[in-house]
């Protein structure tokens, strides 16, 4: 079975702080993972992929076949980074479709 | 380009009413799925839907709700018969052939009193 998990609901850190936002999946294949992030007010919108191995915002995120994790970090975190964060999965072949986690909301304090 | 399209924003309906939700998606996708969000949930995908065909439907519940993509106008999801249960954020998303990065619309969140 195809599942995503997030085991943050909620992360508070603070403005310049490293921050780490957890994702573990389970799929037997070899998975596509995403980052999609919904800004308050905003429709959800992808941050990132792991096929393309790119800095979005200064965020980054590693495939780890071995602990099966795609977390999502970034350095040093901003205010406006404030958001929903969920990680997502999309298995090979097949309808496309997505599988998400339940999501963290992230809160960057000044 | 407006981006996906979704209305109405809010509907509020009553026990035993249908609820109809409209997708427009991006000009050029041909591509539709629609997910659903439970309070306190992650999205879970319910339909994927190319133009005039279900090409997954593994995530529908059996009865009282159906989909289509027509030939022309926007895609539908029809709830017939609502239930409390049915009261969640109703989230389409749109892609194209050539990449299937899906593009998401503003949601319907569907209320039933």
């Known amino acids: 079975a195809q599942r995503v998990t997030q085991p943050e609901k909620l992360l508070s850190v603070f403005k310049g702080a490293p921050v780490e936002l957890k994702c573990n999946y389970s799929y037997s294949g070899s998975p596509e993972l995403f980052w999609y992030v919904q800004y308050s007010r905003q429709r959800l919108q992808l941050l990132l992929r792991h096929i393309s191995r790119e800095s979005i915002k200064g965020f980054t995120a590693d495939l780890n076949k071995g602990e099966t994790s795609f977390h999502l970090k970034k350095p040093f975190a901003q205010e406006e980074d404030s958001a929903m964060y969920y990680c997502?999965?999309?298995?090979?072949?097949?309808?496309?479709?997505?599988?998400f986690g339940k999501g963290t909301k992230l809160t960057v304090n000044p | 380009n407006a981006g996906v399209m979704q209305n109405p924003r809010h509907l509020v309906r009553r026990r035993g009413q249908e609820a109809r939700l409209r997708c427009s998606p991006m000009k050029g996708h041909s591509h539709v799925y629609w997910y659903r969000q439970l309070p306190e949930e992650g999205l879970k995908f319910m339909v994927y839907?190319?133009?005039?065909?279900?090409?997954?439907e593994s995530g529908m519940p059996k009865e009282r709700f159906s989909a289509e993509f027509p030939k022309e106008g926007p895609s539908i999801l029809r709830i017939q018969q609502v239930v409390r249960g049915d009261s969640a954020a109703y989230f389409c998303a749109s892609c194209s052939a050539l990449s299937y990065e899906q593009y998401f619309g503003p949601g319907t969140r569907l209320t039933v009193t």
């Open positions: 997502a999965l999309r298995g090979q072949g097949g309808s496309e479709k997505l599988v």
């Open positions: 839907l190319q133009k005039e065909n279900i090409i997954d």
